[in-house]
C-alpha cells in the first residue's frame, strides 16, 4: 500500500527529498515514521509525524530532517538536508493506523548513499 522514493547517490552536504505515497487513505488515518537500515546494524527510527502534524526526530537528524505529511495528497516526505556519509541507508516508511490495532505497514525502502 506504501510506495517510497525519492532516494539516490548525493555529495556531503546535499539534500535529497524522500516520498511515501498511498493509493489508499492509510496515510491520513496513521501516524507516519521515516526509518532506516544501514548495512550491519539495525533499523532505525529517522522521523515521526502524528495525524495531527506533531514531530519527532531522532538525534543525529534534527535540524537537518524535516518530516511532513500531506494528507490530501495520502503522502508523506522527508526534506533531508546537510546530509552525512553517515546518512547512508535504505530508508523505510512506516504508516501506524491510529483508527483500529495494527502492528503497522511497511513500504518498500529507498537507497540512499552520501558520497563524495
Known amino acids: 500500500q506504501l510506495q517510497a522514493y525519492g532516494g539516490g547517490l548525493v555529495q556531503p552536504g546535499g539534500s535529497l527529498r524522500l516520498s511515501c505515497a498511498s493509493s489508499?487513505?492509510?496515510?491520513?488515518?496513521?501516524?507516519m515514521g521515516w526509518y532506516r537500515q544501514a548495512p550491519g546494524k539495525q533499523r532505525e527510527l529517522v522521523a515521526r509525524?502524528?495525524?495531527?502534524?506533531?514531530?519527532r526526530y531522532a538525534d543525529s537528524v534534527r535540524g537537518r530532517f524535516t518530516i511532513s505529511r500531506d494528507n490530501a495528497k495520502n503522502t508523506v516526505y522527508l526534506q533531508m538536508n546537510s546530509l552525512k556519509p553517515e546518512d547512508t541507508a535504505v530508508y523505510y516508511c512506516?504508516?501506524?493506523?491510529?483508527?483500529?490495532?495494527?502492528?503497522?505497514?511497511w513500504g518498500q525502502g529507498t537507497q540512499v548513499t552520501v558520497s563524495s
Open positions: 512506516k504508516a501506524d493506523p491510529v483508527t483500529y490495532s495494527s502492528s503497522g505497514y
Open positions: 489508499g487513505t492509510i496515510v491520513r488515518i496513521s501516524e
Open positions: 509525524v502524528s495525524t495531527g502534524g506533531s514531530t
